[in-house]
């Protein structure tokens, strides 16, 4: 293997995959990249079983060839390098690394011993615009569990409903719907939660469309010269749909920033009782207030300005409500509920797709 | 107690003040800060008995008092709020603190049970132009030892010298020194190296001077509003001056963003031998260049244009060069030393008050 690659171009690259590579796994191969020519093009890429990135660059090749180094070490090394031309030239199993200032020299092991994805076969193929992907993957994402106990919430879960692409997380006490457009195809998925958190890191503002084939396996994305693939989690997603209320005997409409001012506020004093605040709203005052009571600090009660149709308190996790604010962009929302026990909605006129549902606290 | 502050004095003065405060503390009463009316104003102290800082800031008093709240669930409140005026009350030891939007409630710890660190009698003072004296302390505080084995040198030492004031600090390993310009007074104190960093964070950009007052158990700093007072450590400071060599067989005059780049590079090579790599100056070559071997994981040799004069190799700490470097804001810096074994001396020309002193390592 010789060939010329810029600074900059490599460093992307090895920000992109180093990552996944893992330094704890007991395969130590796995904590190196694969550098890898092909097609006059340089592949750069890290696996650790679960999920395989790859990224692709130009590079001028006098000759063709494969080996892993050390994903840290590299990664650390050339994002240290000023912008150049960088000479890469493997002998031995060494991978000599020079411009005009330095001369570098990592050990690697051989290529033939990188674990490799099974490609898929007989997948389904749909095509999404990046921009509208990314924003309703990372409206879900943060919903599934990070609990082991149940497998499939720590699932972000892909499938077509009424003839829409949908993309839903719950952890059972919140749940996340987005909707991602129409499909024809039949798309039918469960992919790891950590995978989407990759997955939403390589895509860029300047990607148009994200390529997704899955088949039962795994699921590949194509995001302009990054392909990622994960292994998917097996089981039946829960029939989530029937949970959502379709009416609501309260509904505050206010401002974003102001209900997620006094959320925050007072989470502070709800950090002996496990984040547990009451809201109210109230027609007359025209306002919605929350109040938490920690028995050893002290009390808090804040209030911002809403419009108010019925009336009533619900107990919540004061995390979770910030976390499913922080979710919208937009600047306006409804916090809608029906008595003490069944489950809020949040959602926007200005974003119809997305609707973010929190089960109550037993208050 | 009854007051009107604003949001952002107290928050300010709640940011200064709090790092102090530690929960961790067997006294429960120093995780909390001090809330005390003082002639007009109001001032805002915390205390681990090392080390004491009183922030006052601008108040409209209806009722004088003191009481003691939690110093981390008081700031983050505070530094939550909208910018506005605050209404503090005073009844039965809860704190209502409130605006037009928010009413809270936080329980506090009458103010005498909080202990008050001893005044200073007959004490020696001092001014130093604040800018002057924040970059001197800054350039040789983090050259201490963090290792308590010898708590002289956990200290940031003070003292006159041949009509300077001068501050140094050192681990054995390495040595930091700055003047602090001309001073009439007999100054000798030994301030822990942890109240120093606390006392740079105090001192802003817009602070004018700093006045220092110290007797033999403590050392006062007044910067605009905020008081810091320290304990002492006591023991004799080492005598170092004779460590610091007169004449060099080897000096390189260099660009300090080229010292710095190529050391950082080679650390990365120098991980798996304690951060150990070999610089060489080259006087025909007209170039400094460092060499790290990692066994492991390959090696690295990196090169920076230099003035040399003489010529050689010495072995250091990658982690004590990059820490020393940073330190200087000089864009032109001198690397000199004597062989293999006797102290390296980082200087530069446009800051002839600091002197930095590396050992070599054996290699």
Request: aromatic share 6%; no cysteine; net charge negative.
């Given at each position: 293997m010789k060939l010329q690659v810029t600074q900059q171009n490599l460093a992307k690259a090895l920000s992109t995959v180093a990552r996944v590579a893992n330094s704890r796994n007991t395969l130590p191969i796995l904590?190196?990249?694969?550098?890898?020519?092909e097609n006059n093009r340089l592949s750069i890429a890290a696996t650790n079983l679960?999920?395989?990135?790859?990224?692709?660059?130009?590079?001028?090749?006098?000759?063709?060839?494969?080996?892993?180094?050390?994903?840290?070490?590299?990664?650390?090394?050339?994002?240290?390098?000023?912008?150049?031309?960088?000479n890469l030239e493997l002998s031995d199993n060494k991978l000599h690394i020079?411009?005009?200032?330095?001369?570098?020299?990592?050990?690697?092991?051989?290529?033939?011993?990188?674990?490799?994805?099974?490609?898929?076969?007989?997948?389904?193929?749909w095509k999404s615009p990046a921009g509208d992907?990314?924003?309703?993957?990372?409206?879900?994402?943060?919903?599934?569990?990070?609990?082991?106990?149940?497998?499939?919430?720590?699932?972000?879960?892909?499938?077509?409903?009424?003839?829409?692409?949908?993309?839903?997380a719950t952890d059972s006490y919140r749940l996340a719907e987005d909707k991602l457009g129409k499909?024809?195809?039949?798309?039918?998925?469960?992919?790891?939660?950590?995978?989407?958190?990759?997955?939403?890191?390589?895509?860029?503002?300047?990607?148009?469309?994200?390529?997704?084939?899955?088949?039962?396996?795994?699921?590949?994305?194509?995001?302009?010269?990054?392909?990622?693939?994960?292994r998917l989690i097996e089981g039946n997603y829960p029939d989530y749909r029937k949970l959502i209320p379709s009416k609501f005997s309260t509904v505050?409409?206010?401002?974003?920033?102001?209900f997620l001012n006094i959320t925050k506020v007072s989470a502070l004093f709800a950090r002996e009782s496990a984040g547990s605040v009451t809201i109210k709203a109230d027609k007359d005052d025209k306002a919605v207030s929350i109040n938490a009571i920690a028995s050893q600090l002290g009390e808090n009660t804040a209030k911002a300005g809403a419009k108010v149709s019925g009336g009533g308190e619900v107990t919540l996790n004061s995390r979770y409500l910030i976390e499913a604010l922080n979710a919208f962009s937009a600047n306006e929302i409804e916090f809608c509920f029906n008595g003490k026990l069944e489950p809020c909605v949040l959602r926007s006129a200005s974003e119809p797709n997305y609707i973010h549902l929190i089960m109550p606290l037993r208050s």
């Open positions: 904590s190196n990249v694969l550098l890898k020519t679960d999920i395989g990135i790859t990224h692709f660059i130009g590079s001028k090749i006098s000759k063709e060839g494969a080996i892993t180094v050390p994903a840290r070490l590299m990664q650390d090394f050339v994002s240290s390098l000023p912008d150049s031309v960088l020079t411009n005009d200032q330095y001369q570098s020299t990592i050990n690697g092991i051989v290529a033939d011993d990188f674990p490799v994805m099974p490609s898929i076969k007989d997948g389904v193929t992907f990314k924003k309703a993957l990372s409206q879900v994402v943060f919903a599934a569990s990070s609990d082991d106990s149940r497998p499939v919430l720590n699932g972000v879960y892909f499938h077509t409903s009424a003839g829409q692409a949908v993309v839903v499909s024809a195809k039949p798309i039918n998925f469960l992919m790891p939660a950590t995978a989407a958190q990759d997955l939403l890191r390589i895509i860029n503002d300047t990607d148009k469309e994200v390529v997704v084939t899955h088949d039962d396996q795994q699921v590949l994305f194509q995001v302009g010269d990054v392909n990622l693939v994960a505050a409409k206010m401002a974003k920033a102001d």
